[in-house]
């Protein structure tokens, strides 16, 4: 295959996939240049196993057409930092001419291209380390069940991190066929949209089929990630959009007879109408990862308001002239709204702060003024002793 540059993707008529239809172009061409006429080959990463991965890359010589799935070994990009290990989605620089026979395997990975985009969350582990969950993503398509009540916090805080990756979030109700109301219906997805400012709310069935042509419409073309909380449709609505069982999909060969996980691992599937979708586990939390930019984007409505504030510094609290709190009293903000963003912007900090010497100083010494300034006002509300 020609990595010249790269070629158009292909229609959902096609029956032959090529490596641009998986997301190589040419702003991937120059990453790889370093690479090529060394015998290597690009490809990218559709699932990790343990120290394994699958990757598609170029089925045959020059003139070929089409893509086949290698299983190669990673020891040689292993490293102690979790934001730095191969992770689905990943381009990768693969060498085949290294397989070990005895162990399955086709190849090597010799390096990881530079990431475009990468959604990051903080571990549960008492290290606060960060995870990748894809990487090189255009479209964070965040599930939310109409099954249940409508959470907005968790709403924000996947929209957050989907900014911060660098991807476009697009918010997806699922399970729409539960609310048989059009307008109470109309209703959710106008307040899930207050929580998502500039983000596009799609409400859609896999049930029924509603929804799911405007959704397959947006994604077309592109690499996108289902994320969301267990039980939030994501499975059912991964089938409805890839038109056949995802566990059919993910039944990849088990050449090495380790077994695979299908509900603990994030695969890499290729969509029939073009692009490809990273269909993630059900995540029982997502803890902020630096993610200020993103919460920036968010709640904007709260960031501009505090432009207006009399004090730069202005806390949003009992500051005279604040104008968030002008706008929580008149009804124009919902205080839900600013007791959210205060509460992703303190855990955001802590996360940072446990890696930032510096940043965890001014938190302390910001912390200590406002001790300060709680005891003076104190005592001035209980008047001169005597």
Same mark, same amino acid.
């Given at each position: 295959?020609?990595?010249?540059?790269?070629? +158009?993707?292909?229609?959902? +008529?096609?029956?032959?996939?090529?490596? +641009?239809?998986?997301?190589?172009?040419?702003?991937?061409?120059?990453?790889?240049?370093?690479?090529?006429?060394?015998?290597?080959?690009?490809?990218?990463?559709?699932?990790?196993?343990?120290?394994?991965?699958?990757?598609?890359?170029?089925?045959?010589?020059?003139?070929?057409?089409?893509?086949?799935?290698?299983?190669?070994?990673?020891?040689?990009?292993?490293?102690?930092?979790?934001?730095?290990?191969?992770?689905?989605?990943?381009?990768?620089?693969?060498?085949?001419?290294?397989?070990?026979?005895?162990?399955?395997?086709?190849?090597?990975?010799?390096?990881?291209?530079?990431?475009?985009?990468?959604?990051?969350?903080?571990?549960?582990?008492?290290?606060?380390?960060?995870?990748?969950?894809?990487?090189?993503?255009?479209?964070?398509? *965040?599930?939310?069940?109409?099954?249940?009540?409508?959470?907005?916090?968790? *709403?924000?805080?996947?929209?957050?991190?989907?900014?911060?990756?660098?991807?476009?979030?697009?918010?997806?109700?699922? %399970?729409?066929?539960?609310?048989?109301?059009?307008?109470?219906?109309?209703?959710?997805?106008?307040?899930?949209?207050?929580?998502?400012?500039?983000?596009?709310?799609?409400?859609?069935?896999?049930?029924?089929?509603?929804?799911?042509?405007?959704?397959?419409?947006?994604?077309?073309?592109?690499?996108?990630?289902?994320? @969301?909380?267990?039980?939030?449709?994501?499975?059912?609505?991964?089938? +409805?959009?890839?038109?056949?069982?995802?566990?059919?999909?993910?039944?990849?060969?088990?050449?090495?007879?380790?077994?695979?996980?299908?509900?603990?691992?994030?695969?890499?599937?290729?969509?029939?109408?073009? @692009?490809?979708?990273?269909?993630?586990? @059900?995540?029982?939390?997502?803890?902020?990862?630096?993610?200020?930019?993103?919460?920036?984007?968010?709640?904007?409505?709260?960031?501009?308001?505090?432009?207006?504030?009399?004090?730069?510094?202005?806390?949003?609290?009992?500051?005279?002239?604040?104008?968030?709190?002008?706008?929580?009293?008149?009804?124009?903000?919902?205080?839900?709204?600013?007791?959210?963003?205060?509460?992703?912007?303190?855990?955001?900090?802590? *996360?940072?702060?446990?890696?930032?010497?510096?940043?965890?100083?001014? *938190?302390?010494?910001?912390? %200590?003024?406002?001790?300060?300034?709680?005891?003076?006002?104190?005592?001035?509300?209980?008047?001169?002793?005597?």
């Amino acid at each position: 295959m020609n990595f010249s540059s790269a070629s +158009a993707v292909p229609s959902a +008529a096609s029956s032959t996939r090529t490596l +641009a239809s998986y997301g190589w172009d040419d702003g991937f061409v120059d990453s790889f240049a370093p690479f090529a006429g060394k015998g290597f080959l690009p490809g990218r990463i559709v699932r990790v196993d343990r120290g394994r991965v699958d990757a598609v890359v170029p089925a045959g010589p020059a003139d070929t057409d089409g893509v086949r799935t290698v299983l190669a070994d990673t020891a040689l990009v292993a490293t102690g930092d979790p934001m730095r290990v191969p992770c689905t989605g990943d381009w990768a620089v693969i060498d085949l001419d290294n397989g070990r026979t005895g162990d399955h395997l086709d190849g090597v990975v010799r390096a990881l291209l530079p990431r475009r985009t990468a959604f990051t969350r903080s571990t549960s582990s008492k290290r606060s380390e960060g995870q990748i969950l894809a990487a090189n993503v255009d479209h964070a398509v *965040i599930a939310v069940s109409l099954a249940e009540a409508l959470d907005l916090g968790r *709403i924000e805080r996947f929209v957050s991190l989907a900014w911060e990756s660098g991807a476009q979030p697009l918010v997806v109700l699922t %399970k729409a066929d539960l609310v048989a109301d059009p307008s109470g219906l109309g209703y959710l997805v106008a307040d899930a949209g207050t929580a998502a400012p500039g983000v596009q709310v799609l409400a859609v069935s896999a049930e029924t089929g509603e929804g799911i042509e405007v959704l397959s419409a947006a994604l077309a073309g592109s690499t996108s990630a289902l994320l @969301g909380r267990s039980g939030a449709g994501k499975s059912t609505l991964a089938n +409805a959009l890839l038109g056949k069982e995802v566990q059919e999909v993910q039944a990849i060969r088990d050449r090495d007879g380790k077994g695979r996980h299908t509900t603990t691992t994030r695969d890499l599937l290729p969509l029939p109408w073009g @692009g490809v979708l990273i269909d993630t586990p @059900g995540l029982r939390g997502v803890g902020m990862w630096d993610a200020e930019g993103g919460l920036a984007r968010t709640f904007s409505d709260v960031e501009a308001l505090a432009e207006e504030c009399r004090f730069h510094d202005c806390a949003h609290e009992s500051e005279p002239g604040c104008a968030v709190q002008e706008a929580v009293a008149s009804g124009a903000l919902p205080e839900r709204r600013l007791h959210s963003y205060r509460k992703l912007l303190r855990e955001n900090q802590r *996360i940072v702060a446990k890696t930032d010497v510096r940043l965890r100083a001014e *938190i302390r010494r910001d912390w %200590k003024q406002k001790q300060a300034l709680g005891r003076h006002m104190m005592e001035r509300k209980r008047g001169p002793r005597g």
